[in-house]
């Protein structure tokens, strides 16, 4: 089986890539995931995509309509994308849980498939922290919801399992797009400098002075304080042609290895990289092959595990 999933976030989340889409007047990111849900619909291939609910605050009709696409589930994805990142921070600094307490977890679970049920006028089945940071406390809200899969680990070798308080787990198994494919200002020679000023950002304070990199500096310096988790910058990103060949050779392997391999897939990064274009040619790929709604996961986990 082949689950193809989709992150969306609101305009208000203010990440790299909706500046990018603002600076070049392109769509906003629920307008990227009713397109390429379109041309999902148009190729077959079914599509789960997590929206944060702010999305459905900001754009509830939109939300009705990428709703009501043929072979679309969509899924929570957080309320905005754990903004304030610092608010965050401290939390994680002081309890260990980057998205923050039982309590602060309920409420935004909450409110978010409360946003999401209300626009799609539907029941809320996945779930995807924002960034990957669920964690136990998260699944234990969730298993008080409607919330059967979540989908929150990236692991080349994970398995699809049921976990505590009876939620299927389905990792992502493959290259995620915004993190090893090359698409507006994440390319190599950006992201090799950003890599110089995470390792000694004091050097920000050397000439030549470069545009940002002193509030990059200091961000950076904040992070190390608040002791912010930190993934590796990859700087070795493929131009999205390439990106999409090895990853179609990851669904092969994972298919042989683990019997199912899943692919995150941001409608806003394809937007970037390649526009319809890049979707219709990844989906004409992916046509032919095994696809099914992650939602089929839970048939896939041996009775009693």
């Known amino acids: ?143 008080g919801t409607d919330v059967a899969v979540v989908s929150d680990a990236v692991d080349a070798r994970g398995r699809i399992e049921r976990i505590a308080s009876g939620l299927v787990s389905v990792p992502i198994n493959t290259d995620v797009d915004h993190d090893t494919m090359a698409h507006g200002d994440l390319r190599p020679d950006v992201l090799a400098g950003e890599q110089a000023l995470r390792d000694h950002p004091w050097r920000a304070a050397r000439p030549p002075w470069r545009r940002g990199h002193l509030a990059q500096a200091a961000r950076e310096v904040a992070r190390r304080a608040l002791g912010v988790p930190r993934r590796p910058i990859v700087i070795a990103r493929a131009a999205p042609d390439a990106w999409w060949n090895g990853v179609r050779r990851q669904v092969d392997d994972r298919l042989l290895s683990a019997g199912f391999a899943t692919l995150l897939l941001h409608p806003a990064c394809l937007e970037i990289a390649g526009g319809a274009g890049l979707m219709r040619a990844m989906l004409r790929d992916l046509a032919g092959l095994p696809c099914r709604p992650l939602g089929d996961a839970a048939t896939f986990v041996p009775h009693g595990r």
């Open 1 to 143: 089986m082949i689950f193809v999933t989709g992150d969306v976030h609101d305009s208000a989340m203010g990440g790299r890539d909706q500046a990018w889409l603002a600076r070049h007047g392109a769509r906003s990111e629920i307008d990227c995931a009713e397109a390429f849900a379109r041309l999902a619909a148009e190729a077959g291939v079914p599509v789960t995509l997590f929206l944060t609910g702010l999305c459905a605050r900001e754009s509830p009709g939109a939300v009705a309509r990428l709703a009501a696409v043929p072979g679309v589930a969509v899924g929570g994805h957080t309320w905005n994308g754990l903004r304030p990142t610092w608010r965050h921070a401290l939390r994680h600094r002081f309890t260990g849980s980057f998205y923050g307490s039982r309590e602060a977890q309920a409420r935004d679970v909450a409110r978010t498939l409360g946003a999401l049920r209300e626009a799609t006028q539907g029941s809320i089945r996945a779930w995807r922290t924002h960034a990957f940071f669920g964690d136990a406390i998260t699944r234990s809200v969730l298993a």
